[in-house]
Each structure stands twice: as structure tokens, then as C-alpha cells.
């Protein structure tokens, strides 16, 4: 399912916020949130993901059930995202992934954000082969799809435009976040409750 909105609208936020949440509730528990930003700064219309992983790493820092992955300083790209995938597998038992990516389409769809369910395949409009990554994942349209001039076109896309959609993507992530973190927190309690409760009753047999 795919739910779009764009980046200017005044609603974007608050609905495509609530379709996350609405994803995540119809999944099994989950442990934390995971959030990885995927891109470069190698061409200006690939820092999407990057500068999104960047905003959500200064409003979140070091909060605890929510991982972040990707920003200007410590990219997330083609060469190590397969490294990435290996060590989400190994270090999140259960994560909630949230991959965001910049992409390119149809001139009309510039400037859309789309929320898409299920993995993410990075690279697509390139036709790189990486790995999937996500349970669900945030795309930004940030310029027209040409087969031939993809590289020019992602070189030439305005910073200045993909810095205001990270920022609509970021406060989308961030407002999901702030209903979503509860949960987990609640879930990791229930959990230490009852591992708790095991380790005693096991005492006891």
C-alpha cells in the first residue's frame, strides 16, 4: 500500500504519520525503531536520506528503543549498506525498520512523499542490485525520471529543495516516533516482567 502527500501540504505530516502508526500497529511487537537514511552527498539530489538521518539524530540523540542510521556524517550508501543489513540482524532482535530514500518520477510527482509498505530497494532508479531494507519506507520524489541522465539529474537537483523535503520527512518520522516510543517502552517492561517472573519461578522447580 502506498500513501502519498506532498511535501508542502500543511496535512503531510500528521497523515502520513498516522499511516505509519497504523502499519505498525498491524504488525507483531516490536522492540525498537530503527531508522535508516540512504544516500550520499556525492550528488544533490541523493542527500535525502542522509539529511533526514541527520535531523532525527539531533532530536533523538542517544533515546533510548530508537536506532538511527544514515546522516551527513556517516552515510549509508551502496558500498556498506549490505554491512548495514547484517548488523541490524545481529544488534535489533525485533526492529520496526524505517528506510527513507530520495527517488526519482514523473514531473508531476515531484515534490511527493511517498510511504510505501514493505522494503525499500535502494538504488532501483539506478539499476543497482542492493539489498532490501525496511518494514516500511519514506521516498521523495526530488526530480524527473530520465533512463539516460538519471546520474545528471540527481546531480542537479536543487539542495536547497531536498533540504525542505528531509525536513517534512524528518517531522513525519519524528511525530510517529513520539507515539510509537511509548509502546515499545511498554513492551520492553512487559518483557523484563516476565523474564523476571520465569527466572523465579525456575528457582523454585
Avoid at 502508526?21 to 556525492?42: A, M, N, Q, S, W
Avoid at 528506510?99 to 511517498?114: H, M, P
Avoid at 507515539?179 to 517492561?189: E, M
Wanted: with cysteine.
Amino acid at each position: 500500500m502506498v500513501t502519498n502527500s506532498h511535501y508542502l501540504e500543511k496535512r503531510t505530516t500528521a497523515y502520513l504519520s498516522k499511516a505509519l502508526l497504523r502499519h505498525f500497529l498491524k504488525g507483531p511487537e516490536y522492540d525498537e525503531l530503527v531508522v535508516v537514511g540512504i544516500g550520499t552527498c556525492r550528488y544533490s539530489g541523493d542527500t535525502l536520506g542522509p539529511l533526514v538521518g541527520s535531523r532525527l539524530e539531533k532530536r533523538f540523540g542517544s533515546t533510548p528503543g530508537i536506532a538511527i542510521y544514515g546522516t551527513l556524517e556517516k552515510p549509508v550508501h551502496s558500498l556498506n549498506l549490505a554491512k548495514l543489513v547484517s548488523r541490524i540482524n545481529k544488534e535489533h532482535k525485533r526492529p520496526y525498520i524505517i528506510a527513507v530514500d530520495s527517488c526519482l518520477g514523473r514531473y508531476y510527482k515531484v515534490g511527493t512523499i511517498q510511504l510505501v509498505e514493505g522494503a525499500l530497494q535502494p538504488g532501483a532508479s539506478l539499476d543497482k542490485q542492493l539489498p532490501e531494507i525496511g518494514n516500511i519506507h519514506l521516498k521523495g520524489i526530488v526530480n524527473n525520471f530520465d533512463p539516460d541522465l538519471n546520474h545528471k539529474v540527481l546531480e542537479h537537483t536543487s539542495l536547497t529543495f531536498v533540504a525542505d523535503m528531509a525536513v517534512t520527512i524528518a517531522d513525519v518520522i519524528s511525530k510517529s516516533a513520539e507515539q510509537l516510543l511509548p509502546r515499545i517502552a511498554a513492551q520492553a517492561g512487559r518483557q523484563a516482567a516476565d523474564a523476571k517472573a520465569n527466572n523465579r519461578l525456575s528457582s523454585w522447580m
